[in-house]
């Protein structure tokens, strides 16, 4: 039997729903954490892991591809090997009433790997990835610096990518609840000679029984 989520008149949680209405259950996360592993795993692979039938995973799948959870498949890199070993962040400050030049100049230049408008001392921050230090001081003060929009630019070098995931997910911090370390064993019998701390309210009993 097939299923397909959909609004069931409970209260709007906006946590929980996404693109034109799916409401997302812990099947469609499990799915969701299962395809960040392995994002070309079969359908029935998919249905195995997650303990429903086929067909029920194909729906689901489906379901969160149409309402735009899943949007897009693609291909990580080991950037090394492709050549571009040198990683960058670029702070800059816009002038104000130039944003709009600064958004074009930027989609022109293919070696920005990820941008974002922050707040703070500086007002973009933008990532990139190059060959060598040289073609990074270039880029950024042959090019960036030649751009009316920029008013200032800070760069920071990247020395190592310390953790990097697809994506995160709100049940990621349930994971990390049952991750927590046991707690400590209690202790066992102090041996002859070493020395034992004892709370008061134990010391006081053991005194009212020694004094009858």
């Known amino acids: 039997m097939t299923e397909m989520s959909s609004n069931s008149g409970r209260p709007a949680d906006?946590?929980?729903?996404?693109?034109?209405?799916?409401?997302?259950?812990?099947?469609?996360?499990?799915?969701?954490?299962?395809?960040?592993?392995?994002?070309?795993?079969?359908?029935?692979?998919l249905a195995e892991r997650v303990g429903i039938s086929r067909a029920n995973a194909y729906t689901r799948f489906e379901a969160l591809r149409a309402d735009g959870a899943i949007k897009r498949f693609t291909a990580e890199i080991d950037h090394v090997r492709a050549g571009l070993g040198i990683t960058a962040l670029v702070f800059v400050t816009v002038r104000q009433q130039m944003w709009k030049q600064f958004r074009a100049e930027l989609a022109r230049m293919p070696e920005v790997e990820y941008c974002a408008i922050t707040t703070g001392q500086h007002d973009a921050m933008i990532q990139v990835r190059m060959a060598d230090v040289a073609a990074v001081h270039r880029l950024v003060t042959e090019r960036m610096a030649n751009i009316p929009a920029v008013k200032a630019t800070e760069t920071v070098f990247i020395l190592d990518e310390v953790l990097r995931r697809p994506y995160v997910l709100p049940t990621d911090r349930d994971a990390g609840r049952t991750a927590r370390r046991p707690a400590a064993p209690e202790p066992a019998e102090v041996p002859l000679g070493k020395m034992r701390f004892v709370g008061?309210?134990?010391?006081?009993?053991?005194?009212?029984?020694e004094g009858g």
């Open 200 to 209: 008061a309210a134990e010391g006081r009993a053991a005194l009212r029984k």
């Open 14 to 45: 906006p946590s929980g729903r996404i693109g034109i209405g799916l409401e997302l259950d812990s099947i469609h996360m499990k799915i969701l954490e299962i395809l960040r592993e392995n994002g070309r795993i079969s359908v029935a692979a």
